[in-house]
């Protein structure tokens, strides 16, 4: 199995990237995977007391499970990953997502490249690369459309968590990337090129290496 690793800051497009080589690919060929999914749970705390919790450091996520998984995949095991929901900051007590082995799985989220572990497994690595205004005004437009949050707290959150976090682990986790992709989804060259690199491995070309 060939694992793809998309990091990139909030709002880059990186599931707009993974979307698009996957829609290149056709159905069925690649397992998609969120790092979002396995954000830690925190049931001991009230939702006023989660919606405040630093979601942009390395250790807000639940890394090790991950790995566990991406292993069961690549050993030809399904996995079963969380189901985070954004609006209560919590995992779905019921809920889990089946993850299938496949030929190809990518791995979408925000600390992707800054954990040598999780490094370690990705075939490819690539970094999402858009300017911080832009990701801004689509996190700004989906945190309150689609995640419960006011524009005061998107706010506060940017500029107590959201941006000293890029600047300490994300941004410069970018210099693990094996490509850089300027402007994610719109970048329809880079795109193509991610694709048809990853063509070659379904085709049985795997001169990179990976088993
Ligand atoms: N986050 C949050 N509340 C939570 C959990 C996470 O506000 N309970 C925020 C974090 O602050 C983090 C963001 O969610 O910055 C991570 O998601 P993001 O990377 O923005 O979303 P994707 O859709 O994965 O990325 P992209 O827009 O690049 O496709």
């Not at 049931?43 to 890394?63: G, M, Q, S, V, W």
């Not at 496949?102 to 300017?131: C, M, P, Q, Y």
């Amino acid at each position: 199995m060939l694992i793809i690793g998309i990091a990139g800051g909030t709002g880059s497009g990186k599931t707009t990237v993974a979307r698009s080589v996957i829609d290149r690919l056709g159905p069925g060929k690649v397992t998609f995977i969120s790092q979002d999914n396995y954000y830690k749970d925190n049931p001991h705390l009230t939702l006023a007391e989660r919606e405040k919790i630093n979601y942009d450091h390395p250790f807000a996520f639940e890394n090790e499970l991950l790995i566990e998984d991406l292993k069961l995949l690549k050993s030809g095991q399904p996995a079963y990953a969380p189901v985070y929901d954004f609006t209560v900051h919590a995992r779905s007590k019921e809920e889990k997502l089946e993850l299938k082995p496949n030929h190809i799985a990518i791995i979408e989220g925000l600390h992707v490249l800054s954990d040598e572990n999780l490094r370690k497994l990705l075939d490819i690595k690539v970094f999402v690369d858009t300017d911080p205004d832009v990701r801004i005004l689509r996190r700004v437009v989906r945190d309150i459309e689609e995640r419960g949050r006011t524009i005061h707290s998107v706010h506060d959150q940017y500029l107590s968590t959201v941006k000293p976090m890029h600047e300490a682990f994300i941004e410069p986790s970018k210099k693990y990337a094996d490509v850089i992709l300027p402007e994610g989804g719109e970048n329809e060259v880079g795109i193509q090129l991610l694709s048809i690199l990853t063509e070659k491995y379904l085709t049985g070309d795997r001169t990179w290496g990976c088993s």
